[in-house]
T-cell receptor, first 112, second 110 residues
Framework: DGGITQSPKYLFRKEGQNVTLSCEQN?????MYWYRQDPGQGLRLIYY???????QKGDIAEGYSVSREKKESFPLTVTSAQKNPTAFYLC???????????FGQGTRLTVV | RKEVEQDPGPFNVPEGATVAFNCTYS??????FFWYRQDCRKEPKLLMS???SGNEDGRFTAQLNRASQYISLLIRDSKLSDSATYLC???????????FGQGTRLTINP
């Protein structure tokens, strides 16, 4: 089945540690996105990528890093510089401009 | 002004009622519009795209008003299973960036 897979579903880390969230898609989509959602809040864009080896900062990129070495994969690293990393992280992809995005099931990150 | 604004609600309506949400957007050059549904602690799922001529999918109708820069979602004969948060999404153009509204929370009561 085609889709977007995020792993793990739940992740716990100690403060000060970097952590990498996985996102893989087999939809052959060019564009991929990372969003963050806090309780009772809308989605905020962290990073996005239109093509392999290219990515752009979104609205809240500080404390995060990404890579896009393969079309199928867009991992997100939450670094120790991110002040409030506990959140629900959603990865999405879309086939191109003007098209709808499809989401993975998300990763709930808790930093203690 | 936010790029996309929605009334956060919550909307509490009885089963069988008709309910409508509006969403305004700031960029007049925006080209594509969508409604997503998000259940509690789940990922957003595409409900429907919004076309210039308006479109309908069963009990759901979406409309676009470019002159006033808003889109709407109408749900007829609401079901308990329609309880969710509804997200308005706009592509303002340029760099394939989707902008999400904060969502409107809907609860259908028996």
């Amino acid at each position: 089945d085609g889709g977007i897979t995020q792993s793990p579903k739940y992740l716990f880390r100690k403060e000060g540690q970097n952590v990498t969230l996985s996102c893989e898609q087999n939809l052959n989509h060019d564009a991929m996105y990372w969003y963050r959602q806090d309780p009772g809040q809308g989605l905020r864009l962290i990073y996005y990528s239109q093509i392999v080896n290219d990515f752009q900062k979104g609205d809240i990129a500080e404390g995060y890093s990404v890579s896009r070495e393969k079309k199928e994969s867009f991992p997100l690293t939450v670094t120790s510089a991110q002040k409030n990393p506990t959140a629900f992280y959603l990865c999405a992809s879309s086939s191109g401009v003007w098209t709808e995005a499809f989401f993975g099931q998300g990763t709930r990150l808790t930093v203690v | 002004r936010k790029e996309v604004e929605q009334d956060p609600g919550p909307f509490n309506v009885p089963e069988g009622a008709t309910v409508a949400f509006n969403c305004t957007y700031s960029n007049s050059a925006s080209q594509s519009f969508f409604w997503y549904r998000q259940d509690c602690r789940k990922e957003p799922k595409l409900l429907m795209s919004v076309y210039s001529s308006g479109n309908e999918d069963g009990r759901f109708t979406a409309q676009l008003n470019r002159a006033s820069q808003y889109i709407s979602l109408l749900i007829r004969d609401s079901k308990l299973s329609d309880s969710a948060t509804y997200l308005c999404v706009v592509n303002p153009g340029g760099a394939q960036k989707l902008v999400f509204g904060q969502g409107t929370r809907l609860t259908i009561n028996p």
